[in-house]
């Protein structure tokens, strides 16, 4: 029969002494607020993104934003511009979002069904929260823990299918221990990143070796399963150079969508009369999850532009010294840069 104690004690004790203990978002102040903000914040960028490259945005969005409210009532273009580069801006739409809805409760929810009603907080996120911010129950099942428990139970199944999910979070209900959850959870979090790594896992430094299924059968790369490989399509995408003087004419993206709420040259359809007889002013490509844009810069004088079909979205005439505070897609600043350059 598994021991489940025996395995909730192997991670807490890995973690006490080789764990990660000094990340920013694990020192706050002591208040439970705090610590929750905290954690709410970095989870969400650390979602798709590697903890080293999250450590600068952390702190930085701790100076601008130190708590909920000031969150709250923060500008749109504020939130967006020091979450430029991190990339999926959604989740800095849901985490501004997530400060509104916080900002009007009499304090900060502490249990995972409230935490579940918060906008932009799922499973993982209660979870994170419950664990690292309260040091209560709190399951959670990311990247490293699906890589960790489908090796270590040699679980199969067709990668972030409903019924491998379903499996995942059953054990994660019943590993997560009611006491010392925080420690547990971190321990899961740093085994999956720093041992049971996806690529040539550190087996023999591993605290869960002698019981590890998948290394017990001598199959730890069948695990978890490898995702069919889809081709990734392209797409095309026409935008807009028109300037006047030095500045040049940004218009605000529409939200929810692609780089919603960001400051981007105007996009028309590829087949916009505006673009008969413009002159072609450069390119970028930049990858998306599921497709790659292929962007090709027109040149028109903002006199065509006004007399043809205008898009009702809020525009502004930037200068190349008030680029830096706008909120800009990472591809479109460094094209920015490489043409505004003097
Ligand atoms: S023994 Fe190897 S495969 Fe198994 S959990 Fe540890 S690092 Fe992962």
């Known amino acids: 029969m598994f021991d489940t104690e025996n395995f909730q004690q192997q991670v807490i004790s890995w973690q006490q002494s080789h764990g990660r203990n000094q990340l920013p978002w694990q020192q706050s102040t002591g208040e439970l607020a705090d610590a929750a903000y905290r954690v709410l914040v970095s989870e969400l960028m650390l979602q798709q993104t590697q903890v080293a490259t999250v450590i600068p945005y952390f702190q930085r969005w701790l100076e601008a934003f130190p708590d909920i409210n000031t969150l709250a009532s923060a500008d749109e273009d504020e939130v967006m511009r020091l979450w430029q580069g991190l990339g999926y801006y959604a989740r800095a739409r849901n985490l501004h979002k997530a400060a509104k809805y916080l900002a009007e409760l009499p304090e900060f929810p502490a249990s995972l069904a409230e935490l579940l009603q918060v906008p932009g907080v799922g499973r993982y996120t209660a979870g994170a929260i419950m664990s690292f911010a309260f040091d209560q129950y709190g399951p959670i099942v990311d990247g490293n ?14 990668p972030h299918s409903t019924a491998l999910e379903k499996q995942l979070w059953q054990k994660a209900h019943q590993l997560t221990p009611t006491s010392q959850s925080r420690r547990f959870s971190q321990g899961l979090l740093d085994l999956g990143a720093t041992v049971c790594k996806a690529r040539q896992p550190l087996c023999e430094q591993c605290p869960l070796a002698a019981d590890c299924q998948a290394l017990l059968q001598n199959r730890v790369s069948d695990f978890p399963n490898a995702k069919a490989k ?59 999850t599921h497709y790659k844009l292929n962007a090709q810069i027109w040149q028109i004088s903002a006199e065509q532009y006004d007399v043809n079909l205008r898009q009702a979205a809020p525009e502004i005439w930037a200068k190349p010294t008030e680029l830096a505070m706008l909120g800009l897609p990472a591809p479109l600043k460094i094209y920015l840069g490489a043409k505004l350059q003097p």
């Open 145 to 158: 823990v699906r890589r960790l428990y489908c090796r270590y139970f040699a679980i199969a199944g067709v």
């Open 230 to 288: 889809k081709a990734v399509p392209s797409k095309a995408g026409s935008f807009l150079w028109i300037s006047q003087g030095d500045a040049i004419l940004l218009q605000k993206r529409p939200s929810p969508g692609i780089w919603g709420a960001l400051w981007c040259l105007p996009q028309v359809a590829d087949d916009s009369p505006l673009l008969a007889g413009a002159k072609l002013h450069g390119e970028f490509s930049h990858q998306f």
